[in-house]
């Protein structure tokens, strides 16, 4: 038997992410996409909360809300929280163009992951660094893969390396590996499952 939790999110390739972390752990994230409400702000952690609260709000059963972003240095950390505009309007191509002639190439992803439900709201946080390659590479994952070299990785980008190493170092590997082992630990796992 598993634990269902709802997952405020309309990316698929987050929910298949974070279940093959959480199997795990016995979690099956149920995808809700309607349920996501995004107010603009520099924080991926308010940003979350705030969707988190609506969320629960309507839906009144345990769920996640995850906020993820690609902040690059010499662009003062842009696009950062609006990484799903940019990657819509200007794509890996329009990133690879902005730092042309830069030799500062360092960037990161953030994760955040909120859970909410009527006992509590706690968030988990992950990080993943490393930098932009020169140009695209890889044919796997989503996003800003295909342009993101994970410092733990030697050259390869997130998009060559396989589901399974990319999440063991990832910023959504580690934020949503955190909230397994506290959720794993918690009263409401032991009596729900
Ligand atoms: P949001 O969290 O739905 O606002 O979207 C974050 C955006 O950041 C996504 O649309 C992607 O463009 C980018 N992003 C977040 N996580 C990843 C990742 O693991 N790989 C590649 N791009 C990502």
Sequence with gaps: ???????????????????????????AFKPIPSLKIEIQSDSLEEIAKYAAEAAFRSLRAPLIVED??????QLKGFPGPYSSYAYKTIGCEGILRLLEGFDNRAACF????????????RSFVGTARGSIAEAPRGGGGFG?????????????????????????VSHRGKAFRSFGEWISASARYHTLK
């Design 144 to 168: 800003f893969d295909p342009i993101f070299i994970s410092e733990d990785r030697g050259d390869r980008t997130f998009s060559e390396l396989s589901p399974l190493e990319k999440s063991a």
């Design 110 to 121: 953030e994760c955040v992951v909120v859970y909410a439900s009527k006992e509590t709201m």
């Design 68 to 73: 993820s972003g690609l902040f690059i240095d």
């Design 1 to 27: 038997m598993s634990l269902d939790i709802y997952f405020a999110t309309g990316n698929p390739h987050k929910v298949a992410e974070a279940n093959a972390i959480l199997s795990k752990f016995g979690i």
